[in-house]
């Protein structure tokens, strides 16, 4: 477990004055399923920005899936991929029509496109959906081929942002079966979050307060270390807003 | 009434809040009535023409007299063969070529018949065609002042320019009344259909449903500012027009502001209507320009006069309100005509005023199905 | 209450404010409605009492927005009857909505107004002032107060959920209706917002509100579970969790996914689902014994730890889910 594909020393952002991320420090573990907390306006979506490839940090060390992300943000992108709650599969689009897409953005070979929609449709038991518009499928649906197709091209690391809010209980669970599923092969699941239940999930957890990661640990060490239930009365506890 | 006014205050506050919205209020038709004033304008100001005078006569020199002294042209040069005119024309200043025959004086007086030649540079075709024209009429107009007194009435006339109302020949008497009608309805019906579907949009209509607010108040309360708003812009277009290029109202400038005031708020219906019909902002921006302002500008009578129109034209345009306030406007600023002779249009513009506004208010929705 | 179905204005619909100590805040009969063949809500009945926090918990798309719309009036029920505060929700929709208090899903405040014009706006429009009504938004506004010249779309989303709930109570509604109004915000805005919700407790408004989080179902008075359009339970929240019909069990080993694959092809196993860090399962005989153990030693987990616990609201809802569509997990 210590094949470190996230390693993150004295990060810096600053835009002008205000310090987004403010001196962070932290390694993520291949096959990990990482939470990443904070309240509204935080830094979560800077980070995230900077791990992705999408922004540069202002100083410090940023490694991501091997490649430094102040200059080789291409190859990052190659080795992630991104899925959101808002947005993520183009609704105008049937089933395979957006497999297909992604594949090809991601540059996949035909063939293994081909393979990996059938393994796909197989693994969620979506044959007879295939041809269907994503504005079809019922939400639960969605979100689970939204997951698959971000991690269609074997990414090393896989960013989550808000994967279950809002989804029914039978939806999140299977939910995040195909995210241990994932994890289980090697595939880093890195989640943000502020449903503190969906924290609860995760191998380790950080929680981030004005720019700052003020807690590092298994939601267990967590709850023991600030004497509290749930992941949710440790944040309350130390993230307060700002 | 409290209620009524507190909504009112906000529409203001909206207003006054969006420099985007003021621009488009004020912005617009300003720069509009001095783009189209100026720069899209038809007269033309110091065309440069040249002159090839072979008979160099009294007349010849007389005539090119008035030429340049009309204000239009500004003479560029004076030619001496017809190999100069390519040469001429190259330079680029210089955008037509008066030609005078030989004799051209004599053979006028004798045979009552002289020839003038116009070449003009026909790669601006527009001011090509100003250039010939208003030469064309300044020719005439020596003609006939010669031939009074002088001739007996024995020297041919040809080309017969009729100018009546617009004895200069200046097009802002054309493009300013075209212009409010244009901006009126686009700016009325485009502002309040933007306004009430963006309470829809934002969601905060639903919040004034589940109020007390009847809709008749919404409705209302969304109007108001607006009429305000356009009504002050009138003046400003008015005013503009005045200070700016001389233009005065030769009718009743009553009886003008109250054609306005119908218009605009013929538009402010029509806007309301355009947003009952639209889920969102883009459907209410697209169908008032698309809809409205494409219309307004080809087949109001605005740019194109609608007798030269094919038939089905004119039947669409006879179902554009501007159609009307465009002969409205243009018969009491520059005809100076009274009601008497706009009554009709201003009928058909109250009839659909209150068609828009029938249709409004009982489309307006009291839930959100 | 036929008599005050008649809708009575004024000053009269005051004096009888006793009579309405019997009446429910909100009687729901059979509510149906469908958006062309989609059945958004299917046979609805529910009754909320006055001055309680009723909550609706669902997944996004069970119909609770669908359902608050009809409640303040804003769709039309295709079936059913809804009697508000005593009123008829169809016919009587313009007194009704003098003393309904609503805050929609979305922020639907005007974010190029301040924070002070928008509360002075919707006191005018409802025929009051922002001084009448200060002592009942008090507790909330002043958090806001400090900021009262900025504009709403400039707020965080903990202070615009503070202001929207300012807005919707300026006028001292009797009942408060509240669409999914943690969605967005972050953990602290939220606890702190059920904490408002319970201080309004003693002005006596009926309050509904909707979640898709099961676990605010602990701070209503009583919630009802809905899923595809129909409700699955109503109760109070210790009922409904004490309506879990098994013994529920926790599972934890390090490799989860292993955990759950090992745990699902035993036949003994019931249920076997994730949830947070354990899996929490359920067992044909309802016993737990040294077999579990033994067995998933055998396959490989050594490192298994099982618990009995307790279970959560999330937990009742599966199972009632199961129930409705006849739906199990077992491969």
New interface residues.
């Given amino acids: 477990m210590n094949n470190t594909v996230i390693s993150v020393h004295n990060l810096v952002k600053k835009f002008g004055s205000f310090v987004a991320n403010d001196n962070l420090s932290f390694e993520v573990y291949a096959g990990e399923i990482f939470g990443f907390l904070g309240a509204n306006g935080a830094g979560k979506t800077t980070t995230i920005r900077i791990l992705s490839g999408l922004s540069k940090p202002t100083s410090g060390e940023v490694n991501v899936a091997g490649f430094d992300a102040y200059d080789q943000t291409e190859q990052i992108k190659k080795n992630i991929g991104y899925m959101c709650q808002k947005f993520s599969l183009y609704e105008d689009l049937t089933v395979k029509e957006n497999i297909i897409l992604y594949g090809g953005i991601y540059g996949m070979s035909r063939s293994l496109i081909r393979k990996r929609l059938i393994e796909l449709l197989a693994k969620l038991r979506f044959q007879e959906y295939e041809n269907r518009m994503i504005s079809d499928l019922p939400l639960g649906l969605r979100q689970k081929l939204a997951f698959s197709v971000a991690v269609l091209h074997e990414p090393k690391i896989v960013f989550l942002d808000e994967p279950t809010g809002g989804v029914d209980p039978i939806t999140r669970r299977q939910f995040w079966e195909s995210i241990y599923e994932t994890a289980s092969r090697g595939i880093t699941v890195f989640v943000t979050t502020h449903y503190m239940d969906e924290a609860e999930y995760c191998d380790r957890i950080s929680i981030m307060n004005d720019g700052k990661i003020v807690a590092l640990d298994t939601p267990e060490n967590l709850k023991k270390q600030y004497n509290a239930g749930t992941v949710e009365e440790v944040f309350i506890k130390i993230a307060r807003p700002v | 009434m409290?209620?009524f006014?507190?909504?009112v205050?906000?529409e203001f506050?909206?207003i006054f809040?969006?420099y985007r919205t003021l621009f488009i209020l004020f912005g617009i038709p300003v720069a509009q009535i001095l783009i189209f004033g100026f720069a899209v304008s038809n007269d033309i100001k110091n065309a440069g023409v040249a002159i090839l005078d072979l008979s160099h006569d009294e007349i010849t020199l007389k005539l090119t007299d008035k030429i340049i002294s009309s204000g239009f042209f500004k003479k560029t040069e004076t030619l001496l063969n017809y190999k100069d005119i390519d040469r001429v024309f190259k330079k680029g200043k210089t955008k037509a070529v008066i030609i005078f025959e030989n004799d051209f004086g004599r053979k006028l007086i004798s045979e009552g018949k002289a020839s003038l030649s116009i070449i003009a540079d026909g790669s601006e075709p527009n001011t090509a065609t100003l250039v010939t024209n208003y030469t064309t009429a300044i020719v005439n107009d020596f003609t006939t002042e010669l031939a009074g007194p002088v001739l007996n009435n024995s020297i041919r006339i040809s080309p017969e320019v009729k100018m009546f109302y617009n004895p200069n020949l200046k097009s802002h008497y054309m493009f300013v009344p075209g212009v409010v009608t244009l901006i009126l309805i686009l700016i009325c019906a485009l502002m309040t259909s933007v306004t009430i579907t963006r309470e829809k949009e934002?969601?905060?209509m639903?919040?004034?449903?589940?109020?007390?607010?009847r809709p008749i108040q919404i409705i209302l309360g969304k109007v108001m500012p607006y009429f305000i708003l356009s009504f002050i812009n009138v003046l400003l277009i008015l005013a503009l027009s005045w200070l700016v290029f001389d233009l005065p109202v030769k009718g009743s400038l009553i009886l003008l502001l109250a054609e306005c005031m119908l218009y605009i708020l013929m538009s402010l219906s029509l806007g309301i209507l355009i947003s009952t019909v639209s889920a969102n902002m883009q459907q209410a921006i697209f169908i008032s320009l698309i809809g409205l302002m494409l219309p307004t500008v080809l087949l109001s009578g605005f740019i194109f006069p609608i007798e030269n129109m094919p038939k089905i034209y004119d039947y669409i345009s006879s179902i554009l309100p501007p159609r009307y306030f465009i002969v409205i406007i243009k018969n009491i600023m520059i005809k100076g005509t009274g009601l008497m002779y706009i009554w009709k249009e201003t009928l058909i513009l109250i009839i659909m005023t209150l068609v828009f506004i029938g249709i409004s208010v009982r489309k307006f929705k009291?839930?959100?199905? | 209450m036929a008599l005050l179905n008649q809708g009575c204005p004024g000053k009269r619909f005051f004096q009888q404010k006793n009579n309405y100590q019997m009446v429910k805040a909100i009687e729901s009969s059979g509510i149906s409605k469908k958006f062309g063949p989609t059945k958004a809500l299917d046979n609805i009945s529910f009754s909320v009492n006055e001055s309680e926090v009723f909550g609706f918990i669902g997944p996004d798309g069970a119909g609770k927005t669908t359902l608050f719309?009809i409640i303040?009036?804003?769709?039309?029920p295709d079936e059913g009857k809804m009697s508000i505060l005593g009123m008829d929700s169809t016919t009587n929709?313009?007194e009704l909505?003098?003393n309904?208090g609503?805050m929609?899903?979305?922020?639907?405040?005007?974010?190029?107004?301040s924070v002070e014009?928008n509360l002075?706006?919707?006191a005018?429009?409802?025929?009051t002032s922002v001084e009448e009504n200060y002592e009942l938004i008090s507790d909330i506004y002043s958090h806001i107060e400090p900021f009262k010249k900025r504009l709403a779309g400039k707020l965080s989303g903990g202070m615009k959920q503070k202001l929207a709930l300012s807005?919707a109570l300026i006028h001292k509604p009797r009942l408060l209706i509240l669409d999914e109004p943690t969605t967005g915000v972050d953990a602290v805005s939220r606890s702190e917002f059920w904490d408002m919700l319970g201080k309004l407790r003693k002005y006596n408004i009926t309050i509904i509100v909707s979640t898709p989080y099961m676990d605010e179902a602990i701070r209503c008075d009583r919630v009802a579970l809905i899923q595809n359009g129909k409700i699955l339970s109503i109760d109070t929240p210790q009922k409904i969790k004490a309506g879990f019909s098994r013994k529920l069990f926790t599972v934890k080993s390090a490799e989860k996914y292993k955990l759950i694959k090992t745990l699902r092809k035993n036949p003994e196993i019931l249920t076997a689902y994730p949830f947070g860090d354990s899996i929490h399962v359920t067992l044909n005989n309802n016993t737990l014994d040294n077999s579990l153990y033994e067995y998933l030693a055998s396959e490989g987990i050594g490192d298994a730890i099982i618990m009995e616990a307790e279970a959560g609201i999330e937990d009742r809802f599966l199972e009632l889910m199961e129930k409705d569509n006849g739906i199990t997990n077992k491969a």
């Fill in positions: 409290k209620r006014l507190g909504f205050k906000k506050l909206h809040r969006d934002f969601g905060t639903e919040v004034l449903l589940v109020s007390p607010l009291i839930r959100l199905e | 719309r303040t009036t804003l769709l039309l929709y313009k909505r003098k309904i609503y929609p899903g979305r922020f639907s405040l005007y974010q190029d107004l014009e002075n706006f919707f005018t429009v409802f025929g807005c």
